[in-house]
């Protein structure tokens, strides 16, 4: 069991994980546009928040946009 066997595991396992995490996305949406609809028609409430935002919440920048850009280019010089 060499180095290539663990990197072809590591790649496996990292492809049905992410295999995994895009059908429970694409049913918890599903589901939710469906209970969305529902509620609606009947005037109830539902679940704003999707699945795929839940378990990696996306970060809000902190930074200014003048930060942003000096990243931005200091990033692309060292290309």
């Known amino acids: ?9 590591y790649i496996a396992f990292f492809k049905k994980e992410q295999h995994e ?19 609606k028609a009947n005037g109830g409430r539902y679940l704003q928040a999707r699945y795929a935002e839940m378990i990696e919440p996306i970060k809000e920048e902190k930074r200014t946009a003048e930060e942003v850009i ?7 010089r060292r290309l």
């Open 70 to 76: 000096t990243d931005i280019k200091e990033k692309l």
């Open 1 to 9: 069991m060499g180095i290539g066997y663990v990197i072809e595991h």
């Open 21 to 39: 995490k895009a059908y429970k996305c694409y049913v918890t949406d599903a589901l939710r546009i469906i209970t969305e609809n529902t509620a």
